[in-house]
Nanobody
Framework: QVHLVESGGGLVQAGGSLRLSCAAS????????MRWFRQAPGNQRVLVAV?????STNYADSVKGRFTISRDKNTVLLQMDSLKPEDTAVYYC?????????????WGQGTQVTVSS
């Protein structure tokens, strides 16, 4: 079994920073692309940032220049700077993981980020 465990959410004032972490636990697996999504109340879940196994990254236009995605082995980080109230959402990490020859999409439990004005 593989689990994605997130941490690092919280309440911050506009202009502040937070760093989210998502760690994959288990054994005998390999991770391909890792992503961060977010979902604000009443809205669909949207893609925020992607990092491939070769380290290449992509960002939603709304967070370019403010958010940075990185990875270290089986952990993906999202550094969020210059936060705005519209960044308030539940943030989810996801990863394509190969386990026992089968590749599946895994999701974390979500972590709340609240940015006050």
């Amino acid at each position: 079994q593989v689990h994605l465990v997130e941490s690092g959410g919280g309440l911050v004032q506009a202009g502040g920073s937070l760093r989210l972490s998502c760690a994959a636990s288990g054994s005998g697996f390999s991770i391909n692309t890792m992503r961060w999504f977010r979902q604000a109340p009443g809205n669909q879940r949207v893609l925020v940032a992607v990092i491939s196994s070769d380290g290449s990254t992509n960002y939603a236009d709304s967070v370019k220049g403010r958010f940075t995605i990185s990875r270290d082995k089986n952990t993906v980080l999202l550094q969020m700077d210059s936060l705005k109230p519209e960044d308030t959402a539940v943030y989810y990490c996801s990863a394509w993981i190969n386990l026992g020859g089968s590749t599946s999409l895994y999701w974390g439990q979500g972590t709340q980020v609240t940015v006050s004005s």
